[in-house]
């Protein structure tokens, strides 16, 4: 599927994908159209998780490939969680600390939960006086660790 030139939304709702009323089954591709310096922000909205797949505004969504995707909101009181790429990505938690950039994509809504997955991982905050639980989840057949970042507002970090 194709986006338009103009700002797209694509919602990923009940198993189907939709867009401008109309549910689509069988997707493998979304290419939202334009590029990351257009001005234009494409957006998906889901109650799943997002997988980073390591390249700027590029995510899995349901197995649905999603390209030049700027904004994603995790809607109907989701547990959608952000998952890392097996490469190194880039997470920013923004001021108000609603809002997560990974991969210059703006996440909004989600369970406040970052599996950073594989590679080197960045994880910076612009919020004042936030707490940060790190867990460290063995993996047996690869004997590599994932950490699993969880964010929430308080008064240390820990």
Same mark, same amino acid.
């Given at each position: 599927?194709?986006?338009?030139?103009?700002?797209?939304?694509?919602?990923?709702?009940?198993?189907?994908?939709?867009?401008?009323?109309?549910?689509?089954?069988?997707? !493998?591709?979304?290419?939202?159209?334009?590029?990351?310096?257009?001005?234009?922000?494409?957006?998906?909205?889901?109650?799943?998780?997002?997988?980073?797949?390591?390249?700027? !505004? !590029?995510?899995?969504?349901?197995?649905?490939?999603?390209?030049?995707? !700027?904004?994603?909101?995790?809607?109907?009181?989701?547990?959608?969680?952000?998952?890392?790429?097996?490469?190194?990505?880039?997470?920013?938690?923004?001021?108000?600390?609603?809002?997560?950039?990974?991969?210059?994509?703006?996440?909004?809504?989600?369970?406040?939960?970052?599996?950073?997955?594989?590679?080197?991982?960045?994880?910076?905050?612009?919020?004042?006086?936030?707490?940060?639980?790190?867990?460290?989840?063995?993996?047996?057949?690869?004997?590599? &660790?994932?950490?699993?970042?969880?964010? &929430?507002?308080?008064? &240390?970090?820990?």
């Amino acid at each position: 599927m194709i986006g338009t030139d103009g700002a797209d939304t694509f919602g990923f709702l009940s198993g189907e994908l939709h867009t401008y009323g109309i549910s689509f089954t069988g997707i !493998e591709e979304v290419n939202a159209g334009g590029t990351s310096n257009d001005g234009i922000s494409d957006q998906l909205n889901t109650e799943t998780d997002v997988n980073l797949t390591g390249n700027q !505004e !590029e995510l899995r969504n349901a197995n649905i490939l999603f390209k030049d995707i !700027e904004q994603v909101a995790f809607i109907n009181n989701s547990n959608g969680k952000i998952v890392g790429s097996a490469i190194d990505d880039s997470f920013i938690i923004a001021s108000t600390g609603d809002k997560l950039t990974a991969n210059n994509i703006d996440f909004t809504g989600f369970n406040k939960t970052i599996d950073t997955g594989e590679g080197t991982d960045t994880v910076s905050t612009l919020v004042a006086n936030s707490t940060w639980s790190l867990s460290t989840i063995q993996k047996r057949s690869h004997k590599q &660790r994932n950490y699993l970042y969880q964010y &929430r507002k308080s008064h &240390r970090f820990r």
